[in-house]
Structures are given as structure tokens and as C-alpha cells.
């Protein structure tokens, strides 16, 4: 029994640590621009089927992986720039229909240009299992939590310790009192939505050596990230990513110990519960008015 509860406990925290990072995409985006950006799960799809295509085209990996983490981030400096920047003070639906649009670009241009069959990436450190009290754990799943708590780690160092960090939190709290002290907050939309973007093929090149990548992988990815931002209080990146590791716990038990069918499910059960019953999150949200 013990062996069985760690095995699912290993399996979410694994896959509830991408949630979290692309829970921290949302968080970055809302909290620059009150905006909630539903191509966040294409940025995830990006960056996996990019490390494939570089990797198979006969890059060294880490050539390959930085580039599909530099590309995606491009790709979203470009959607803001072309997308959000236009109607930038329109509301909130139209917004959300416009990242909706860019979503769908996105992935008919991935379905075209690399077609719609799955895709794996070799583990970054073999695939010799590791053998903890009868369960068994990836290497590659060490990569994803290793590199998602350093991630983690570096937001809450480029937030509390360095000048872009502060004003891009100072716009978050007021976004005209940061104008009125000089800070240029359009840059700081600018650079969310890369930074975001960059997160999120992070969090797909982690992934896809164990779950495989596609052209539509994204849009569940996606979605189970904003439940996670949701979760734990949006506009909050502890919550995001404490959200993100909840929600791939429970889905593991649920699957493990109900039924796989009920796996996609409990997210969106458990965003309903939420709504219902606590609509501002675990650890509360800044701002409730636009979600």
C-alpha cells in the first residue's frame, strides 16, 4: 500500500509541477494586465514539440532546448505586441476572445508545419528507474521538480531583489500610480507575456520526455493551469504553484484509486468547488472584479 501511495504521489507531483508553471504564466500575465491568457497551454505545446524538432534536426540537446524555451518567448512577445497592445483598455471578454484567437493561430501553424502525430524526447539523465520504498521514480521526473523549484526560486529573486522585478510587481498593485513615478508599464505587459511564454515551453520541454507532445497537447495543459492559478488564489504565485501541485496529486489518487476515466475531470470539478465555495482561492487573490 505504502509503495502504491507513493508511486501516485510521485506521478502528480511530477505532472502538478508543470501545472504550476503554467499556472505561473497566468499569474504573470494578471497580474501585469488583468488579462488571463488562454494561449498559455500553446507556449507549453511550443516548447515541447520545438525541443523535438531541434533535437531531431541533430541540435545538441541543450542547443535544442534553449531554443525552443528563446522561441516561444519571441512568439509571445510578438502576440502582445500584435494582439494585446492594440486594444489594450478593452474589456475583459474581448481580451480573453483575442488570447482564445492567438491560441488557435498558434496551434493550426504547429499542426501544419509539423503535423499531428506524438512526439517524444530521450530523458535527460536515462531512464534507469529509481527504487524508493518499493515505488518507482523517474529520473527525468527529478528534472521537472528540480527545475521548477529553481524557476520558482528565480521569480521570487527577480520580484524581491532587482529593479524590472519591483516595477513589474509595483504595476500589478496600481497600474497608474507605477505610471506616475515613471515606470514604463507598457514594457512590463511586454515583457510578462514573454516571460510567461518562456515559462510555459519550459514547463512542455520538461514534460514531454515522460507524457510524449502534440499539436493540441496544449490546450489541456492550458486549461488545467488556469484551474491551478485559480486554486490557489489568482494573482498569487505561491498560490499558483501550490495550486498546480494540488491539482496533480488529486488527479493522480483520483485516477489511481477511482478510475483513469475521472482523471481530466476532477480539474474541472474542482474549479466549480472553488468558484462556488471559494471563489478568491487558497491564498486569496489581489483582484477578483475581472475574472
Do not use: C
Not at 501545472?19 to 504573470?28: E, Q, R, V
Not at 524508493?132 to 529553481?150: D, E, N, R
Request: proline share 3%.
Amino acid at each position: 500500500m505504502l509503495a502504491q501511495f507513493l508511486q501516485y504521489l510521485f506521478s502528480g507531483l511530477t505532472v502538478g509541477a508543470t501545472y504550476a508553471l503554467a499556472a505561473l504564466g497566468f499569474t504573470i500575465i494578471y497580474n501585469a494586465s488583468n488579462v488571463i491568457n488562454f494561449a498559455q497551454g500553446e507556449f507549453i505545446m511550443l516548447g515541447g514539440m520545438l525541443a523535438v524538432y531541434f533535437a531531431q534536426a541533430g541540435l545538441p540537446l541543450p542547443a535544442a532546448l534553449l531554443l525552443a524555451v528563446v522561441i516561444p518567448a519571441l512568439v509571445g512577445l510578438l502576440m502582445e505586441k500584435l494582439t494585446i497592445d492594440p486594444i489594450k483598455g478593452a474589456e475583459p471578454v474581448t481580451l480573453i476572445i483575442v488570447t482564445i484567437g492567438a491560441s488557435l493561430v498558434i496551434r493550426g501553424g504547429i499542426q501544419v508545419w509539423l503535423g499531428k502525430g506524438s512526439h517524444s524526447l530521450p530523458a535527460f539523465s536515462g531512464d534507469a528507474p529509481i527504487q524508493v520504498f518499493g515505488a518507482t521514480l523517474m529520473p527525468q521526473s527529478l528534472w521537472v521538480l528540480g527545475v521548477s523549484a529553481l524557476v520558482v526560486a528565480g521569480l521570487w529573486f527577480f520580484f524581491n531583489r532587482t529593479l524590472a522585478g519591483k516595477a513589474m510587481l509595483a504595476t500589478s498593485v496600481n497600474r497608474l500610480a507605477a505610471e506616475l513615478v515613471g515606470i514604463n508599464t507598457s514594457w512590463v505587459l511586454f515583457m510578462s507575456f514573454a516571460m510567461s511564454a518562456g515559462i510555459g515551453a519550459l514547463g512542455g520541454i520538461l514534460i514531454t520526455p515522460i507524457t510524449l507532445t502534440s499539436f493540441d497537447v496544449g490546450i489541456m495543459l492550458g486549461l488545467k493551469g488556469f484551474v491551478a492559478a485559480v486554486l490557489g488564489g489568482l494573482g498569487n504565485g505561491l498560490g499558483a504553484v501550490v495550486g498546480g501541485l494540488v491539482l496533480g496529486v488529486l488527479e493522480a489518487f483520483g485516477a489511481g484509486y477511482l478510475s483513469s476515466s475521472y482523471k481530466d475531470a476532477i480539474a474541472f470539478v474542482l474549479i466549480l468547488l472553488i468558484l462556488f465555495f471559494m471563489p478568491r482561492g487558497l491564498f486569496g487573490a489581489r483582484v477578483t472584479d475581472r475574472v
